[in-house]
């Protein structure tokens, strides 16, 4: 080929490139120029497959004719003196389509995120800790569980009642989903007493840390009522809100821990901090769930359990809260509600930061043009054989 049929294709590929590389990144560049200027990459090691644009586009145009099978004759020389068509000269576009969609591509895979202006709301709202009760009393049944709380109970075998535990989890897993400005904290206590989740808006993940909690994860061999006022009262000691409150869910006397009920309550007290306390159960037996008899029903045994209802009283009126006893669980959830109602709210600033994935400005405009490329490769510049 002699020196000006090369000239002229290389000043097509070069017509062409920028030609793509306009169209591909006009879209990207119109809509959100100034974004993707600032704009953090998420996953920026998928830019090291931009080392491998020159290698498919040199393959896609010079490397298409070395490919091409080809035919002896004895001179071309009448042939090269014939018109070129349109066609000859559109041959390296697929190429260069192909090229300037795998830069798209690779931009795209590195998830460019823009970060929104926070946004400052003040919301009213209350900064709790709910103390659930994880020992082995809690295994006793439940009765009485509302429809709008059985979803949050596991699926059980015909005749098995839900136990105190599931009953608590989904009344609080209910009250999480009913808030919307409430900083809520979880502490779960045994024998000793555990911070599941400092107080956060984050209700989803709060949901999910309170749904997997079950009897045995932690020794259930006491119930350290003192500890778990003082490591609540510990989560809400800095808090600078007006309302501050400790729900203590338990259906138990104090037993073991270090620190004693009345100590923490004066802790409390101290802070600004309410107690209240929703015993569950009423009386010293329940019922618990002894296997399944000779016809596969399960057998219900009565066991003591020991409640000292004074000692929540005491706890409840020396902070200023209420005690409450729920017999079932609807008077369970009846007492979270009521807990609300004589709590006072205070302003809390929200600040909200919103992230927006920018990687569709890059994938939207690859697509078309390899779509445009495989269009023109089976339609208009079809190779024989």
């Given at each position: 080929?002699?020196?000006?049929?090369?000239?002229?294709?290389?000043?097509?590929?070069?017509g062409?490139?920028?030609?793509?590389?306009?169209?591909?990144?006009?879209y990207?560049?119109?809509?959100?120029?100034?974004?993707?200027l600032?704009?953090?990459?998420?996953?920026?090691?998928?830019?090291?497959?931009?080392?491998?644009?020159?290698?498919?586009f040199?393959?896609?145009?010079?490397?298409?004719?070395?490919?091409?099978?080809?035919?002896?004759?004895?001179?071309l020389?009448?042939?090269?003196?014939?018109?070129a068509?349109?066609?000859?000269?559109?041959?390296?576009?697929?190429?260069?389509?192909?090229?300037v969609?795998?830069?798209?591509?690779?931009?795209?895979?590195?998830r460019?995120?823009?970060?929104?202006?926070?946004?400052?709301?003040d919301?009213?709202?209350?900064?709790?800790?709910?103390?659930?009760?994880?020992?082995?009393?809690?295994?006793a049944?439940?009765?009485?569980?509302?429809e709008?709380?059985?979803?949050?109970?596991?699926?059980?075998?015909?005749?098995?009642?839900?136990?105190r535990?599931?009953?608590?989890?989904?009344?609080?897993?209910?009250?999480?989903?009913?808030?919307?400005s409430?900083?809520?904290?979880?502490?779960?206590?045994?024998?000793?007493?555990?911070?599941?989740?400092?107080?956060?808006?984050?209700?989803?993940?709060?949901?999910?840390?309170?749904?997997?909690?079950?009897?045995?994860?932690?020794?259930?061999?006491?119930?350290?009522?003192?500890?778990?006022?003082?490591?609540?009262v510990?989560?809400?000691?800095?808090?600078?809100?007006?309302?501050?409150?400790?729900?203590?869910?338990?259906?138990?006397?104090?037993?073991?821990?270090?620190?004693?009920?009345?100590?923490a309550?004066?802790?409390?007290?101290?802070?600004?901090?309410?107690?209240?306390?929703?015993?569950?159960?009423?009386?010293?037996?329940?019922?618990?769930?002894?296997?399944?008899?000779?016809?596969?029903?399960?057998?219900?045994?009565?066991?003591?359990?020991?409640?000292?209802?004074?000692?929540?009283?005491?706890?409840?009126?020396?902070?200023?809260?209420?005690?409450?006893?729920?017999?079932?669980?609807?008077?369970?959830?009846?007492s979270?509600?009521?807990?609300?109602d004589?709590?006072?709210?205070?302003?809390?600033?929200?600040?909200?930061?919103?992230?927006?994935?920018?990687?569709?400005?890059?994938?939207?405009?690859?697509?078309?043009?390899?779509?445009?490329?495989?269009?023109?490769?089976?339609?208009?510049?079809?190779?024989?054989?």
């Amino acid at each position: 080929m002699s020196a000006r049929p090369k000239l002229v294709r290389a000043a097509l590929v070069v017509g062409f490139t920028l030609l793509s590389v306009l169209l591909g990144f006009a879209y990207p560049g119109l809509t959100r120029g100034g974004d993707l200027l600032s704009a953090k990459w998420e996953q920026p090691w998928f830019l090291l497959g931009l080392l491998l644009v020159p290698a498919v586009f040199w393959r896609s145009i010079w490397g298409e004719d070395r490919r091409m099978p080809r035919l002896r004759l004895g001179t071309l020389l009448p042939l090269r003196g014939g018109p070129a068509g349109i066609r000859a000269r559109l041959r390296d576009l697929p190429g260069v389509l192909r090229s300037v969609a795998l830069i798209l591509f690779v931009l795209a895979m590195s998830r460019p995120v823009d970060t929104l202006r926070p946004q400052h709301t003040d919301e009213e709202g209350i900064d709790l800790v709910l103390a659930l009760d994880l020992s082995g009393s809690m295994a006793a049944a439940l009765s009485n569980v509302p429809e709008d709380l059985a979803r949050y109970i596991p699926p059980q075998p015909r005749g098995i009642r839900p136990t105190r535990v599931e009953g608590a989890k989904a009344v609080v897993r209910d009250f999480i989903s009913r808030r919307k400005s409430d900083r809520i904290g979880v502490v779960v206590f045994g024998a000793s007493a555990y911070v599941l989740s400092p107080p956060t808006l984050d209700y989803h993940l709060l949901d999910q840390l309170v749904g997997k909690m079950q009897l045995g994860l932690i020794n259930s061999d006491g119930t350290a009522i003192g500890d778990a006022l003082g490591v609540a009262v510990a989560r809400l000691r800095k808090s600078t809100a007006k309302s501050k409150a400790i729900i203590l869910l338990t259906d138990g006397d104090n037993k073991g821990g270090k620190l004693s009920p009345e100590y923490a309550a004066h802790l409390a007290a101290t802070l600004g901090i309410k107690v209240f306390t929703v015993q569950i159960g009423q009386g010293n037996a329940a019922e618990v769930q002894d296997g399944f008899d000779l016809f596969g029903q399960p057998r219900y045994v009565t066991m003591p359990f020991p409640v000292n209802p004074k000692l929540l009283e005491e706890l409840a009126k020396k902070t200023g809260g209420s005690p409450y006893v729920a017999t079932d669980a609807r008077t369970l959830q009846a007492s979270f509600h009521d807990v609300l109602d004589k709590l006072e709210k205070t302003k809390l600033e929200a600040i909200a930061t919103h992230y927006e994935d920018l990687f569709a400005l890059f994938l939207f405009p690859g697509v078309a043009l390899l779509s445009v490329e495989a269009l023109l490769r089976s339609l208009v510049l079809r190779r024989f054989p």
